[in-house]
């Protein structure tokens, strides 16, 4: 096979311009203006409609693009059948400046003595200028992966170390890759291993069988590097001995590794090779799976992982630290800080998605990123952030999901698979409302057996509970509605409790007040503070700051609510201590039936802001703040009738 066709490409004679318009294109699936894509060429329309018939003439008989009055669309069945019929006839030259860059990249790696400028321009069919040309592209992208391309003469020639021509190889063909996908088609004929794609079928089935968890976003990044492999030791070309041991784990993927690459490459990659691909398997794209038996993840990973998710809860108030998430998260940082020792970053096609879509989870993954490399000494890319921003989006989806969801138990005695049957029918008609944490095969349930807010059960439960549907062993629409209507009032007790978790934190049975006399808003002031001075909650001075407040202007901010504090923020906890009168009094100029003692503290600001906040929309509406005054004779009716309000 000639060198040229190992080097198919997307396109066949089309210029980086010209590409460039159909990467844009694919961009977007809507008609793009010429304007726009001129723009974003740094063209004129002109040259844009120039180059959309020298892509159409390029990619005849394929009809890629479509024309309009708004603008071109790239036709994309058309589009992919196009490629598809360059990347597998093989017949396709370089042609544009990138494609000479690598092939020229590629050619000096297969030739350690080096190749003449004559020979190579003879080769590509162009001028001893292009080449130059050519060359000096080349030699500014080879700097960036400490590879020297040194010119002797008239040859041309790479120094450097094996492990920096594979990195300079690698980054040659992610460059090409689509939306930062890599097509195994592509890697495949370029490095001429037509049964790629079987091999990587049976690595995963491999891997599976010996319960490994697979990350498909990463899986073809090692292909390729393992492509690089195999077509190195073809060359003879093998990586130096780095001196480290194998781990269990790597030993064990190592010889899976051996196996495949002998039986469908018919290449022995020998001892270095395959610890090298092994250690980029373990490291990159598998996690051992509960099955497994391997270690889980170090206890330095885990501190590193508790101390991250540690500082999020006091930087971002977000809670992340669930058992679940710190071992997936402590096993991922043990893999990413060994790809960091070693300058062998995993790729992520996701990452500028995540950025852009989800900033505030990508700002939380940069915040424990930043903690990692201080805690490790290391340095992490964005790649690599990505990846730990797919861990934290993907446990705070869940815990959302879970939230709107209540949990279940199934009780559906064991025969044949019926409480099979039942599980899959609870979750494919009602998934989005019901969790199912656990199904009970037994017909003597105990109390102690069940933990969730309902249960679903086919036999009568032999103890009295609440929430309990009992249903047929084969789902009717009348089950379905009574499940529906449970997991509905769990859903709502759920959130009522939540409430009156919140205002708990800052009413207390002390501080509550019924009709408290008082004859100006100063006295009221006192009467209030002085239950918050009881309990140790302010001092003298926050209540004498409070009426210096209220002298300076009314804190009446809604009719019929008056919510003194002070400027400072000396208390020692969030508290309101309130009143509530069924007569209105004046308060300055104003009447008012409600008055809520504020303390204020520097710590818990925000939370408690959120919850004073909840507070100020009750009592503006008046039909609430009679509602409160009628039903609020004792702290907790006061409580009951708040959350009733909020959760309504």
Not at 36 to 49: D, P
Not at 376 to 399: K, P, T
Request: proline letters at 3%.
């Amino acid at each position: 096979m000639c060198e040229s066709a190992r080097l198919g490409t997307v396109t066949r004679v089309m210029t980086d311009k010209q590409t460039g318009l159909i990467e844009l294109l694919r961009a977007d699936d809507d008609w793009v203006p010429a304007a726009v894509l001129a723009e974003k060429l740094g063209v004129s329309t002109r040259s844009v409609r120039t180059y959309v018939t020298s892509v159409k003439s390029a990619a005849s008989p394929f009809d890629i693009i479509a024309t309009s009055s708004a603008g071109y669309r790239l036709n994309r069945d058309s589009y992919f059948a196009y490629r598809e019929s360059v990347e597998g006839s093989g017949t396709s030259a370089p042609s544009t400046p990138r494609e000479r860059v690598h092939y020229i990249c590629q050619r000096l790696a297969e030739v350690p003595s080096g190749i003449s400028l004559d020979t190579l321009a003879s080769e590509l069919h162009v001028s001893s200028a292009t080449i130059e040309n050519d060359v000096r592209r080349l030699r500014s992208i080879a700097l960036e992966c400490d590879v020297q391309l040194d010119r002797i003469d008239n040859v041309l020639i790479f120094r450097a170390d094996e492990s920096h021509v594979r990195r300079l190889l690698s980054s040659l063909v992610h460059e090409t890759a689509d939306a930062g996908l890599l097509s195994l088609d592509t890697i495949a004929v370029r490095f001429d291993l037509g049964s790629l794609v079987e091999f990587k079928t049976d690595l995963i089935e491999r891997l599976d069988y010996h319960h490994f968890i697979i990350n498909e976003y990463g899986i073809d990044a090692v292909l390729l590097h393992m492509a690089i492999a195999v077509d190195r030791v073809r060359h003879g070309q093998t990586l130096p001995d780095d001196g480290r041991e194998l781990d269990g784990d790597a030993q064990f993927v190592g010889g899976i590794v051996r196996d495949l690459v002998k039986r469908h490459f018919e290449v022995d990659l020998g001892g270095r090779e395959e610890g090298y691909l092994a250690r980029q398997l373990v490291t990159r794209i598998i996690t051992p799976g509960t099955e497994t038996g391997l270690a889980g993840p170090d206890r330095l990973d885990r501190a590193t992982t508790m101390k991250a998710l540690d500082l999020v809860y006091e930087e971002y108030l977000i809670e992340l630290r669930n058992d679940d998430l710190i071992d997936r998260l402590a096993l991922h940082i043990g893999h990413l800080v060994t790809r960091a020792r070693y300058d062998s970053p995993s790729r992520n096609p996701l990452q500028k998605s995540i950025k852009s879509s989800y900033p505030l989870v990508w700002d939380i993954a940069v915040f424990i990123a930043s903690t990692i490399q201080r805690e490790r000494e290391i340095v992490i890319g964005e790649d690599e952030i990505s990846y730990i921003a797919l861990h934290i989006g993907s446990h705070l989806e869940r815990q959302a999901q879970s939230k709107n969801r209540a949990t279940a138990t199934i009780v559906s005695p064991s025969y044949y698979d019926v409480h099979i049957v039942m599980r899959e029918s609870v979750e494919k008609m009602l998934g989005g409302e019901v969790s199912i944490e656990s199904v009970i095969t037994r017909t003597d349930v105990r109390p102690s057996d069940i933990t969730t807010e309902i249960v679903i059960t086919t036999i009568p439960l032999p103890f009295e509970m609440d929430a309990v549907v009992l249903v047929q062993p084969f789902l009717t629409e009348s089950d379905i509605d009574a499940v529906r209507r449970a997991a509905s009032r769990a859903r709502r007790i759920r959130r009522r409790s939540a409430i009156r978790e919140q205002l708990l934190k800052y009413f207390r049975p002390e501080t509550f007040f019924r009709n408290l006399n008082h004859t100006n808003p100063e006295d009221m002031i006192r009467g209030l503070g002085a239950s918050l001075l009881s309990l140790g909650i302010i001092d003298e001075t926050y209540i004498d700051s409070a009426i210096e407040r209220e002298r300076m202007s009314s804190t009446v901010f809604v009719d019929g609510l008056a919510v003194p504090h002070a400027m400072s923020l000396t208390a020692e906890r969030p508290t309101i201590a309130i009143s509530v009168n069924d007569r209105a009094t004046l308060w300055g100029e104003q009447q008012v039936n409600v008055v809520a003692f504020i303390a204020f503290a520097a710590s818990g600001r925000d939370e408690f802001q959120a919850v004073f906040e909840q507070i100020v929309d009750v009592f503006s509406d008046r039909g609430h703040l009679n509602d409160v005054i009628k039903n609020s004779n004792d702290f907790d009716q006061f409580i009951e009738t708040l959350v009733r309000i909020i959760e309504s």
